[in-house]
């Protein structure tokens, strides 16, 4: 069964340095991976998506991912942080076939960003 | 990004009461998703639904839960006789256009079930 799994529950970085949320993924074919963020009491916004096209992927509010078969992994990544980062960030997978799709979400990865 | 709105954002009922939460996909879209998130765990999927049909569903969408499409453009869950392990937040999402199109989320309904 195809699935996610995010490393860390818990990242804390500085205000200004680099992020790294990290996701292995596990599907027995290329599949299409998305990253999306949740603020305190918000609903779910998409960050960036790969489906089988260029494997870095770039997002908004200066966020990326690049997807790596040979490592099975997917992770999130940003060079500053901003203090409007600190949020739970989820790593998902679709998974269906034609006629209807489904979402696996990762655990999530709280952010935590320092003044 | 395309806009999907749920109502409402909160609903307070007491155990064993019905409750309706609503959603307004994109314009004329065949299919949504009901998902669900238990306040610090992760978001599962619940129902999906096409052309007036449950198309695939969960182990957690028993015979308490039902969805509709009630008028042509709102989408409906319902809980029949809601549990306290029934508090979550409900999202709904649909794809832009074509069902392989990416999900976009509503920002959820608040359930306390007291």
């Known amino acids: 069964a195809q699935s996610v799994t995010q490393l860390d529950s818990h990242v804390s970085v500085s205000e200004g340095t680099p992020v790294l949320l990290r996701c292995n993924y596990s599907s027995s074919y290329s599949p299409s991976l998305f990253w999306y963020v949740q603020h305190p009491n918000k609903g779910l916004q998409l960050l960036l998506k790969y489906t089988s096209a260029a494997t870095l992927v770039k997002g908004i509010n200066g966020f990326e991912a690049e997807f790596k078969k040979s490592e099975t992994s997917f992770h999130l990544t940003k060079p500053s942080a901003h203090m409007s980062d600190a949020a739970e960030y989820f790593c998902?997978?679709?998974?269906?076939?034609?006629?209807?799709?489904?979402?696996?979400f990762g655990t999530g990865t709280r952010l935590k960003v320092l003044a | 990004e395309p806009e999907v709105t749920q109502t409402p954002s909160h609903q307070v009922t007491q155990m064993g009461q019905e409750v309706i939460l609503r959603c307004v996909p994109i314009s004329n879209h065949l299919y949504f998703y009901w998902y669900r998130q238990i306040l610090g765990q992760k978001v599962e999927f619940l129902v999906s639904?096409?052309?007036?049909?449950?198309?695939?569903k969960s182990e957690i969408f028993d015979d308490q839960f039902s969805v509709e499409r009630p008028d042509g453009s709102n989408f409906t869950l319902k809980i029949r006789s809601t549990k306290l392990e029934d508090s979550a937040m409900y999202f709904c999402a649909c794809p832009k256009r074509e069902v392989t199109d990416t999900q976009y989320f509503g920002p959820g309904t608040r359930l306390t079930v007291l």
């Open positions: 639904f096409y052309n007036n049909e449950i198309s695939e």
């Open positions: 998902v997978v679709r998974v269906g076939t034609s006629g209807t799709y489904k979402y696996i």
